[in-house]
């Protein structure tokens, strides 16, 4: 009964390829995100949602395309696939949207998925 | 946006050794989480601590958000506690800042 799935765990990919990575939180949680993690673990947010609504957007490239379908799952689909995308992605939700109710804002990761691109 | 800094960067300890990490951040906060992200990669959830002190166990976190710190103790520390300890927070953007980390070895 895992509370935040990605998948695929691993993904080892060439240089060129478009892929995607699925999220699903059974948190009945209204907001969902999108980080990378480098090499030197630095973990930083691309994407928010809330309610499938696109509420931040870091300085991605437009390559990085998150899609929400509904309130419990947000995937990210990324267009030729560079070298520099190799990291960590991991997805995590949290029960309140970031920009109104500050209260317990906890946001809860899933296991991550290892994206190595040749 | 706001400075995330996180000291020390790394911390070796032998098992029973007490430690003190600490976070730093550049303005104020309305939230605040401290991550321990163990050797398999799993983050997980240590403390919400946007303000005072709570504790859990071993672990311990206190956050003086006039003074825009935060402090994360671990007493009697054990094996299973290495990993990296992360400090998150956000702001007025609500857009949530990670720190770089606090590497913790500790040996049996």
């Known amino acids: 009964d895992t509370a935040v799935s990605q998948t695929p765990k691993y993904l080892v990919t060439q240089m060129g390829n478009d892929k995607s990575i699925k999220c699903e939180q059974n948190l009945g949680h209204d907001t969902m995100y999108w980080y990378k993690q480098d090499s030197k673990k630095f973990l930083k947010i691309m994407f928010s949602?809330?309610?499938?609504?696109?509420?931040i957007n870091e300085t991605v490239p437009n390559r990085f395309s998150p899609k929400s379908p509904d309130k419990a799952h947000l995937n990210l689909h990324i267009n030729s696939l560079e070298l520099g995308d190799s990291a960590v992605y991991f997805c995590?939700?949290?029960?309140?949207?970031?920009?109104?109710?500050?209260?317990?804002?906890?946001?809860?990761f899933g296991a991550g998925t290892r994206l190595s691109v040749l | 946006g706001i400075q995330v800094e996180q000291s020390p960067p790394d911390l070796i300890l032998q098992e029973g050794a007490n430690s003190t990490l600490r976070c730093n951040f550049s303005d104020s906060v309305n939230n605040l989480q401290w991550f321990h992200q163990n050797p398999w990669g799993q983050l997980i959830n240590l403390f919400y601590?946007?303000?005072g002190t709570k504790q859990n166990g071993r672990l311990s976190a206190t956050t003086v958000a006039t003074e825009r710190y935060s402090l994360l103790y671990i007493s009697s520390s054990q094996t299973t506690d290495s990993g990296v300890y992360f400090c998150a927070v956000s702001g007025g953007s609500y857009i949530p800042t990670f720190g770089r980390g606090t590497s913790l070895i500790v040996h049996p």
């Open positions: 995590a939700s949290s029960q309140v949207q970031p920009r109104t109710d500050v209260a317990k804002n906890i946001q809860y």
């Open positions: 601590i946007p303000s």
């Open positions: 949602y809330n309610n499938k609504e696109l509420i």
